[in-house]
């Protein structure tokens, strides 16, 4: 037969294998592996791209509060009720309801207590970690387990005991008793000795004895090596304890409502509580407004410290 004659139509087994063909390479190009732009992306995430994930998810955690209670302190309505994300309008008409109160006198308490008790307790802990440092004596390893220990006893455990120990004390010394400023940095200051001073001394272990020893040989005494020696070399740790002990001071409230019972002695955890226990949904714009401006003190005591915190962290925990 010849070429014009035959049929053009391809026969049955032309066609299934071209089918199967098509098959097949739909089949290749379906499981062809993900393009390089892809993969490289892929390689990204799962070696830094998830970590940023982490970080986003945790400065949201972290900073949605503290949006929170901006917005609340600039919201003109002032009850939680009407509180939004975006206050519309901006006002600070919470701002002057709360300057009505002894706002700015309970903000000076608490400057005052936070910042002796800082200080305070900064010293104490820098005397306390020298001497079990540079020292060896009797029961050195004792106390310091007993410093420790200490500091697991929840702080509550001694509220009556304090407030009964500072009605006694006033009864001679009312300055410093109950009710007064003095009486409350005096306990704080009682209890400074603790996680701190382990802190300090895992900071002093890593300054060389060697410039203990040459100053000695010229003739100096403990104390000169300590204030002229130590202490300038311990700058990044006394940092890190003169914050972390503002903070404490500053964010107490269990024994500054128990020992301070005067308005015009309260601080602001104590009067803040008192302002807004009265009507606490009318009156959340002004104690958001207050929370605000607590927290500012802190904010600037980290931003002047904050080149010490990171070394006098990492230092201090080499040795304990």
């Not at 026969?11 to 199967?20: L, V």
């Not at 830094?48 to 600039?74: C, I």
């Not at 005397?127 to 410093?147: D, H, K, P």
Request: one cysteine or more; hydrophobic letters at 55%; charged letters at 10%.
């Amino acid at each position: 037969m010849s070429d014009a004659t035959r049929d053009p139509r391809p026969s049955a087994g032309a066609a299934s294998m071209s089918a199967g063909a098509a098959l097949a390479d739909a089949d290749t190009h379906r499981s062809a592996p993900p393009r390089p732009a892809l993969q490289r992306a892929m390689r990204w995430f799962r070696q830094v791209g998830w970590r940023y994930l982490v970080v986003a998810v945790a400065l949201f955690f972290a900073l949605f509060p503290a949006v929170w209670v901006a917005s609340a302190a600039f919201n003109p309505t002032g009850s939680i009720a009407g509180q939004q994300l975006i206050p519309d309008p901006v006002s600070t008409v919470n701002f002057d309801v709360l300057f009505a109160t002894p706002f700015w006198r309970w903000f000076a308490n608490s400057m005052i207590v936070a910042g002796v008790t800082a200080i305070g307790s900064t010293f104490l802990c820098a005397l306390a970690a020298y001497v079990y440092s540079r020292m060896r004596f009797t029961g050195r390893r004792v106390s310091m387990l007993g410093l420790l220990i200490l500091q697991m006893l929840p702080q509550f455990l001694a509220i009556i005991a304090l407030y009964l120990l500072m009605i006694s004390i006033a009864r001679y010394f009312p300055t410093i008793g109950l009710n007064s400023l003095a009486g409350l940095i005096a306990i704080y200051l009682g209890g400074a000795l603790g996680l701190n001073t382990w802190l300090m001394k895992g900071f002093f272990d890593t300054v060389p004895r060697d410039l203990d020893e040459s100053a000695k040989v010229d003739g100096a005494s403990h104390v000169q090596v300590f204030f002229t020696m130590v202490l300038p070399l311990a700058a990044p740790i006394l940092a890190v304890v003169t914050l972390l002990s503002f903070i404490v001071a500053i964010n107490d409230f269990i024994v500054q409502s128990v020992l301070l019972t005067d308005e015009q002695q309260f601080t602001l955890a104590v009067g803040l509580f008192r302002f807004i226990a009265e009507d606490y949904g009318a009156r959340w714009g002004p104690f958001a407004a207050g929370a605000l401006l607590a927290g500012a003190p802190i904010v600037v005591l980290f931003l002047f410290l904050q080149r010490y915190i990171a070394s006098g962290l990492i230092q201090g925990a080499v040795k304990g």
